[in-house]
T-cell receptor
Framework: ETGVTQTPRHLVMGMTNKKSLKCEQH?????MYWYKQSAKKPLELMFVYSLEERVENNSVPSRFSPECPNSSHLFLHLHTLQPEDSALYLC???????????????FGSGTRLTVV | EDKVVQSPLSLVVHEGDTVTLNCSYE??????LLWYKQEKKAPTFLFMLTSSGIEKKSGRLSSILDKKELFSILNITATQTGDSAIYLC???????????FGPGTRLSVLP
């Protein structure tokens, strides 16, 4: 375990379902991120939260809805997804937003999402 | 538009070989360049580079940044099968709000 825990590890959902991905860190980090990794594509940054406030949304469709209730938890709520949304969703945290000076980001192991 | 290009995209070598992975970038207000190793799922942090010409080393891995020519290289000497992974390069802007990954280099080290 890296210190960032994601659940579930695998998720299969229908296009009409509503589900949520969970990310938890107890590293004392103040920034958390959602990334999407699709096959044969670069890792894409989806959302950035710093001190529980959303600071970036990279033109992500509204069927993805993030929630950050506190600095240790981050959720990604999913509804009416499309098959092309099937991907690995990675959560990461950093001590502060823009973590290069502090050695980078800590990633979770990801949730493998399949939309059928 | 900020972008990161990595080459080669795929590389197959034999144990003991030395490899050089390349990363070039275009980013507004560059702050840092990071290298990650991705095995199976979660990337693990390797290096963070902010200054030109200063080599970072960790065991058989080393990396250097050229901010004038806008590129970085990651060297792995005496490769082992455990080095097989995707190596990701990412750059970060000075505001910490733009973090762009390259497509990765898939390295396969054969016994």
């Amino acid at each position: 375990e890296t210190g960032v825990t994601q659940t579930p590890r695998h998720l299969v959902m229908g296009m009409t379902n509503k589900k949520s991905l969970k990310c938890e860190q107890h590293l004392g980090h103040n920034a958390m991120y959602w990334y999407k990794q699709s096959a044969k594509k670069p890792l894409e940054l989806m959302f950035v939260y710093s001190l529980e406030e959303r600071v970036e949304n990279n033109s992500v469709p509204s069927r993805f809805s993030p929630e950050c209730p506190n600095s240790s938890h981050l959720f990604l709520h999913l509804h009416t997804l499309q098959p092309e949304d099937s991907a690995l969703y990675l959560c990461a945290s950093s001590q502060i937003q823009g973590a290069g000076l502090f050695g980078g980001y800590t990633f979770g192991s990801g949730t493998r999402l399949t939309v059928v | 538009e900020d972008k990161v290009v990595q080459s080669p995209l795929s590389l197959v070598v034999h144990e003991g070989d030395t490899v050089t992975l390349n990363c070039s970038y275009e980013v507004t207000n560059f702050r840092s360049l990071l290298w990650y190793k991705q095995e199976k799922k979660a990337p693990t942090f390797l290096f963070m580079l902010t200054s030109s010409g200063i080599e970072k080393k960790s065991g058989r891995l080393s990396s250097i940044l050229d901010k004038k020519e806008l590129f970085s290289i990651l060297n792995i000497t005496a490769t082992q099968t455990g080095d097989s992974a995707i190596y990701l390069c990412a750059v970060e802007d000075n505001y910490g709000q733009n973090f762009v990954f390259g497509p990765g280099t898939r390295l396969s080290v054969l016994p």
